[in-house]
Nanobody, 122 residues
Framework: EVQLVESGGGLVQPGGSLRLSCAAS????????MSWVRQAPGKGLEWVSA????????SYVGSVKGRFTISRDNAKNTLYLQMNSLKPEDTAVYYC???????????????WGQGTQVTVSS
């Protein structure tokens, strides 16, 4: 079955960095666009970043541009999110999600990981 497993979250101070990973299995990873979506405490889901199937196309929500970098290694079936210059407002559970049609629509993600907690606090 399809499985997405996030890892790499943790507690960091403002200005710190984390690298999230999402290990994918159960589908042909290399032909699907992928996204990172987050949910802050008491808030709804917020799309963060997306990457095309071959990694050539990337996009970000404005609040993370210049700080986060999405990437993928199709040979390893793994999606990454490098997060630098972290801010307290980045605190959230981060999910990776499989995009059925590469349209970055919340109702277009058919599979989600379990999420990994990122906490940015001094």
């Amino acid at each position: 079955e399809v499985q997405l497993v996030e890892s790499g979250g943790g507690l960091v101070q403002p200005g710190g960095s984390l690298r999230l990973s999402c290990a994918a299995s159960g589908f042909t990873f290399s032909i699907y666009a992928m996204s990172w979506v987050r949910q802050a405490p008491g808030k709804g889901l917020e799309w963060v970043s997306a990457i095309g199937s071959d990694g050539a196309s990337t996009s970000y929500v404005g609040s993370v541009k210049g700080r986060f970098t999405i990437s993928r290694d199709n040979a390893k079936n793994t999606l990454y999110l490098q997060m630098n210059s972290l801010k307290p407002e980045d605190t959230a559970v981060y999910y990776c999600a499989k995009d059925t049609q590469g349209e970055r629509l919340l109702d277009g993600y058919d599979y989600w990981g379990q999420g990994t907690q990122v906490t940015v606090s001094s």
